[in-house]
C-alpha cells in the first residue's frame, strides 16, 4: 500500500497514537520545530488526548523508538479532515510518509478531503503541496492566525493559503502556461519586483527563495514580500482566479477566469 511503501523509504513506522506518553513525545518534537511561546502552542497534550479520544486522526513517525514526524487533526464539515498541524524532521520524506498514511486513514474512515493551511512565502512547501500532493489552494486567508510568537514566524503577519486535498483526484502538476504574465519575482537583493497591468489568462507569482532566512537576514525585504504576496495573489484570488500550479522556478499560476 502507498502509505506502507512512503513509510519504508523514509525508514519509519507511522501509527496512531493513543497514550499520554506519546502525545508528550509530539508535544516536544513541536516545541524543538518551533519553539514558540507559553501562549502559542501548536497542540497541547490535553488536546491531543481530546482529539484521539474522539476519533480524530493524532499520528506519529517513529525512526525505532524515536518520534521524527507527528500530525494531528480533526474532523471537519462535509466529509473533511482539518490537518490542523504536521511536523517532521527535515530532509528525509517523513512529511510526505506523514500525509500517504493520513490520506489512507481518512479513506478508511469515508472521508473525500484534508484541508490545512500554509505561508504562501514558503516556497519548499508550496512546492510540497501543489506539486507533489496534487492539493490546491481554495482561499487566501489574511493574518489568519493573528500574532505567532514562535521562531519561525515570530515578526511576521500570518497569512496562510487554505489547501484542499481531494483524496480521489489525481492531479498532474501544471506544466508552465504560454504567454503568462509575470507579476511577482525576486529581485537581487532578496525583495519583491512587481509588475502590473497585464491582462493575460496566466499569472505567475514569484515567491522569496528563502524567506525564513530573508526575515533573520532583512525584516523589512519579508515584511515586503508579505504585502506583496498579499495584494497579487490574494488579490487575484479574491478577483475569482484559481491557483492550479507551482512552477519549477517557484512561482504559483493563477488562472484568470
Known amino acids: 500500500m502507498e502509505?506502507?511503501?512512503?513509510?519504508?523509504?523514509?525508514?519509519?513506522?507511522?501509527?496512531?497514537?493513543?497514550?499520554?506518553?506519546?502525545?508528550?513525545q509530539v508535544y516536544r518534537l513541536f516545541d524543538e520545530i518551533w519553539r514558540p511561546g507559553p501562549t502559542n502552542v501548536p497542540a497541547t497534550v490535553e488536546l491531543m488526548v481530546g482529539f484521539a479520544h474522539t476519533?480524530?486522526?493524532?499520528?506519529?513517525?517513529?525512526?525505532?523508538?524515536?518520534?521524527?514526524?507527528?500530525?494531528?487533526?480533526f474532523r471537519a464539515a462535509g466529509r473533511a479532515l482539518?490537518?490542523?498541524?504536521?511536523?517532521?524532521?527535515?530532509?528525509?520524506?517523513?512529511?510526505?510518509a506523514l500525509k500517504a498514511h493520513q490520506r489512507w486513514w481518512c479513506l478508511e474512515q469515508g472521508l473525500e478531503r484534508v484541508t490545512w493551511t500554509f505561508d504562501p512565502l514558503v516556497r519548499?512547501?508550496?512546492?510540497?503541496?501543489?506539486?507533489?500532493?496534487?492539493?490546491?489552494?481554495?482561499?487566501?486567508?489574511?493574518?489568519?492566525?493573528?500574532?505567532?510568537?514562535?521562531?519561525?514566524?515570530?515578526?511576521?503577519?500570518?497569512?496562510?493559503?487554505?489547501?484542499?486535498?481531494?483524496?480521489?483526484?489525481?492531479?498532474?502538476?501544471?506544466?508552465?502556461?504560454?504567454?503568462?504574465a509575470i507579476t511577482l519575482w525576486e529581485g537581487p537583493n532578496g525583495e519583491p519586483v512587481r509588475e502590473t497591468g497585464d491582462k493575460s489568462r496566466?499569472?505567475?507569482?514569484?515567491?522569496?527563495?528563502?524567506?525564513e532566512k530573508l526575515r533573520r537576514d532583512n525584516?523589512?525585504?519579508?515584511?515586503?514580500?508579505?504585502?506583496?504576496?498579499?495584494?497579487?495573489?490574494?488579490?487575484?484570488?479574491?478577483?475569482?482566479?484559481?491557483?492550479?500550479g507551482f512552477t519549477t522556478r517557484g512561482e504559483y499560476v493563477v488562472s484568470i477566469t
Not at 506502507?4 to 499520554?20: D, K, N
Not at 496566466?202 to 524567506?211: A, E, N, W
Open 55 to 73: 476519533g480524530n486522526y493524532v499520528a506519529g513517525a517513529y525512526a525505532g523508538d524515536e518520534l521524527v514526524g507527528a500530525s494531528v487533526g
Open 124 to 180: 519548499r512547501n508550496a512546492r510540497f503541496n501543489l506539486v507533489k500532493l496534487g492539493a490546491r489552494p481554495e482561499e487566501y486567508l489574511p493574518d489568519f492566525y493573528g500574532v505567532m510568537a514562535d521562531a519561525i514566524n515570530e515578526g511576521d503577519a500570518s497569512d496562510r493559503l487554505l489547501a484542499v486535498w481531494h483524496l480521489q483526484e489525481h492531479i498532474e502538476p501544471n506544466d508552465e502556461p504560454r504567454n503568462a
Open 202 to 211: 496566466f499569472l505567475l507569482v514569484g515567491t522569496p527563495s528563502d524567506v
Open 82 to 96: 482539518h490537518s490542523h498541524v504536521t511536523g517532521a524532521v527535515a530532509g528525509r520524506g517523513i512529511g510526505y
Open 219 to 244: 525584516a523589512y525585504a519579508a515584511r515586503a514580500w508579505r504585502r506583496a504576496m498579499r495584494e497579487t495573489l490574494g488579490g487575484a484570488m479574491a478577483a475569482g482566479g484559481h491557483v492550479v
Open 3 to 24: 502509505h506502507e511503501e512512503a513509510a519504508a523509504r523514509a525508514g519509519v513506522t507511522v501509527r496512531e497514537l493513543r497514550e499520554i506518553g506519546e502525545f508528550e
